[in-house]
C-alpha cells in the first residue's frame, strides 16, 4: 500500500522557520517528481515547490522563491520543505505529492497534509 505523509507542521512566530518532512513509500521513490502543494481557507490549491528525479532539479512559486527550500533524500524516501521567512499568508495546509509519469500512466499520490500556522 502506498503511503505519503507529511510531518512538521505547527504554529510559527512571523519571521521564524519550519521545516516538513514528508516520507513516501513509492516505489523506485528516486523515479518521482516530488512536489509540495498549499492551500489556505478560502482559497485554491496552490503548487509550492517541487523537485525532479532525474537531476534532482528545483523549482519554487515566486511567492517561496528565496525563503523556501525543498530537498530529498533517495536513500530514506524523503523530501523536505524548509521554510524560512514565514509570513501570515504563508498560513494553510501543506501537502506532499509524489508523481511519476510511465508512458501512458501516470502514477500520482497525495498525502493527508499537515498544518502550518503563522502568527504572533
Known amino acids: 500500500q502506498v503511503q505519503v505523509v507529511e510531518s512538521g507542521g505547527g504554529l510559527v512566530q512571523p519571521g521564524g522557520s519550519l521545516r516538513l518532512s514528508c516520507a513516501a513509500s513509492?516505489?523506485?521513490?528516486?523515479?518521482?517528481?516530488m512536489t509540495w502543494y498549499r492551500q489556505a481557507p478560502g482559497k485554491e490549491l496552490e503548487w509550492v515547490a517541487a523537485?525532479?528525479?532525474?537531476?534532482?532539479?528545483?523549482n519554487y512559486a515566486d511567492s517561496v522563491k528565496g525563503r523556501f527550500f525543498i530537498s530529498r533524500d533517495n536513500v530514506k524516501n524523503m523530501v523536505y520543505l524548509q521554510m524560512n521567512s514565514l509570513k501570515p499568508e504563508d498560513t494553510a495546509v501543506y501537502y506532499c505529492?509524489?508523481?511519476?509519469?510511465?508512458?501512458?500512466?501516470?502514477?500520482?499520490?497525495w498525502g493527508q497534509g499537515t498544518q502550518v500556522t503563522v502568527s504572533s
Open positions: 505529492n509524489a508523481n511519476r509519469i510511465l508512458g501512458i500512466k501516470e502514477y500520482d499520490y
Open positions: 513509492v516505489s523506485p521513490f528516486s523515479y518521482y517528481t
Open positions: 523537485i525532479t528525479s532525474a537531476d534532482r532539479t528545483t
